[in-house]
């Protein structure tokens, strides 16, 4: 099932503020809407946010009433600007939104060519992504063996991306291979993409899934209880992977218990023209530290830090898994060179 589609000039996704408890199905028509959505995190996961910020565009290519192409064109900038300010690290949301944007700077036609265009190509961007996601689980399940006990954190499931996760794509091609796998979900704090999102799907599709919280990784590992880590990515630059809050953490314990650790992602996820130095974390709002759902666990004013990604050095990743194959040790001293992979 794909996780946002384009309707006849309505995006219809979920909302997964709400998730598990409901499933309340969101249908977009505006840019801000859209905008909100992605802010709230109500849509997140940064191949899902590619799609988003590429429908956001179709969006106001489908409803506006410009008479002229050049209006159009402005009025596309405009909104291409508002979806690029609503988060700055998963590099996927950048990436569509310019590549939308390049097909219509570079077109010349009528102004309704120019609106199929744009949702043409949003839609090209959504199948891409379900297509790159189903390519990632099958090369990534060739290192996945009977047995394995995988250890995820936060949401790298189908809930990220368009369809199949990147992450969770792996997992659930081992285990329709018929390799007896489980699974630990971390809770991810403070917004719980773990708890609610990954442990919801892994239940789901009868995936056996343990969660725990964020801080008893170290216990597992040093009871041989997990013997892979597979994590997705929101940038992968030329020295670090960059992920949900608390990766490095894993990472960093994963390489000194000697547990493999791969990041999957899909090739829109790389940002090689950059190092980590370059990227922006995002800081969300304290509440989200000082309260835990609707509930205020801090005394009131205490100072607090939000990021909500960290950085991991390659040193600590063992691969990386993509749609064309695996990027091994080997191979990453290439990605100071290769701007494209
Ligand atoms: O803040 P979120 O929920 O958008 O963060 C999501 C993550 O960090 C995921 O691990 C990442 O986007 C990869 S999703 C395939």
Known sequence: ??????????????????????????????VSQMAEAIKNLRVRGAPLLGAAAAFGLALAAYHSKAGCTSELLAELEDAAQVLKSTRPTAVNLFWAADRVLAKAQGFSGSVEA??????????????????????????????????????????????????????LSVIRAA???????????????????????TAYELKRDGIPVTLITDNMVGYVMHKHLVNKVIVGADRIVQDAVVNKIGTFTVAVLAYEHGVPFYVAAPK???????????????????????????????APGVGVLNPAFDITPLKYVSAIIHENGVYYKKDFPNFKTNTRV
């Open 175 to 197: 285990w329709k291979q018929g390799k007896k796998i489980k699974v630990i979900a971390t809770e991810t704090r403070p917004l719980l993409q773990g708890a609610r999102l």
């Open 114 to 167: 120019l609106k199929t265009l744009v949702i043409q190509e949003a839609q090209k961007i959504a199948d891409e992504d379900a297509e790159a996601n189903l390519a990632i689980g099958k090369n990534g399940a060739e290192l996945i063996s009977d047995g394995d006990t995988i250890l995820t954190h936060c949401n790298a499931g189908e809930l990220a991306t368009v369809e199949y996760g990147t992450a």
């Open 268 to 298: 829109s996820t790389f940002d090689l023209a950059h190092t980590s130095a370059d990227v922006i974390i995002e800081e969300r709002n304290p509440t989200e530290v000082t309260h835990f759902g609707a509930h205020p666990v801090a």
């Open 1 to 30: 099932m794909r996780t946002m589609e384009w309707q006849n000039g309505t995006v219809i996704t979920i909302d997964q503020t709400k998730l598990p408890l409901e499933t309340v199905t969101l249908k977009i028509t505006t």
